[in-house]
């Protein structure tokens, strides 16, 4: 399985940012797929997850503001991001795994940097 994020950039402090993954490969294999996220001098942070039946998890910190979906036509996950604070900056990372909880994928970073 292949992962190619895209979408991240610079934004004001409020404003919005959609993330997207597309996936190829054996993704019949796949059944949940997540974002996470890296600041420098930080471990990753798990951020948001999606299952292939729709049920979608996140951490407290975007709970409201961030929202993971998924086109199965399309097999891209996408990570919409509302209200971004400078607090959000990080490179952010679309993660693939056959069991939840388990991440097998991962594709390369996308930077995100909220100005304030």
């Known amino acids: 399985v292949q992962l190619q994020a895209s979408g991240g950039g610079l934004v004001q402090a409020g404003g919005s940012l959609r993330l997207s993954c597309a996936a190829s490969g054996s993704i019949f294999s796949i059944d949940v797929l997540g974002w996470f996220r890296q600041a420098p001098g930080t471990l990753r942070e798990l951020v948001a997850t999606?299952?292939?039946?729709?049920?979608?998890n996140y951490v407290d910190s975007v709970k409201g503001r961030f929202t993971i979906s998924r086109d199965n036509a399309k097999n891209t996950v996408y990570l919409t991001m509302n209200s971004l604070k400078p607090e959000d900056t990080a490179v952010y990372y679309c993660?693939?795994?056959?069991?939840?909880?388990?991440?097998?994928?991962w594709g390369q970073g996308t930077q995100v940097t909220v100005s304030s």
């Open positions: 999606i299952t292939s039946v729709g049920s979608t």
């Open positions: 993660a693939a795994g056959k069991v939840t909880g388990q991440y097998d994928y």
